[in-house]
């Protein structure tokens, strides 16, 4: 079974950057898509960003749109999430997700069958 290890999370003052990394283990998807969620405290997770395996195609949730960069190597067993100008806003845990033989951007958690463990947003004013 695939599975999947975000890193990169920390405390980042308002305006600056993060890079977050998932790194597949026991496969790749190479037919399939991967993606981030985030879950903030007493909210439910929402979507963030999604990547097609070609990296062709990718999906952003409109509060990130200009400000994040999904994009995944050539392996297609790693993902990247470029994050910049964060904001008060985006602070959460941040999951990532796969799923496999479906060129589908989902972006509802239950579309996806594989999750990392999370990886923890701070931003501070």
């Known amino acids: 079974q695939v599975q999947l290890v975000e890193s990169g999370g920390g405390l980042v003052q308002a305006g600056g950057s993060l890079r977050l990394h998932c790194a597949a283990s026991g496969g790749t998807f190479s037919n399939g898509v991967m993606g981030w969620f985030r879950q903030a405290p007493g909210k439910e997770r929402e979507f963030v960003a999604g990547i097609t395996s070609s990296g062709g195609s990718t999906r952003y949730t409109d509060p990130v749109k200009g400000r994040f960069t999904l994009s995944r190597d050539g392996a297609k067993t790693t993902v990247y999430l470029q994050m910049n100008s964060l904001n008060p806003e985006d602070p959460a845990v941040y999951y990532c997700?796969?799923?496999?033989?479906?060129?589908?951007?989902?972006?509802?958690?239950?579309?996806?069958?594989?999750w990392g463990q999370g990886t923890q947003v701070t931003v501070s004013s």
């Open positions: 997700a796969a799923d496999s033989f479906t060129y589908y951007i989902g972006r509802i958690p239950s579309e996806y069958t594989s």
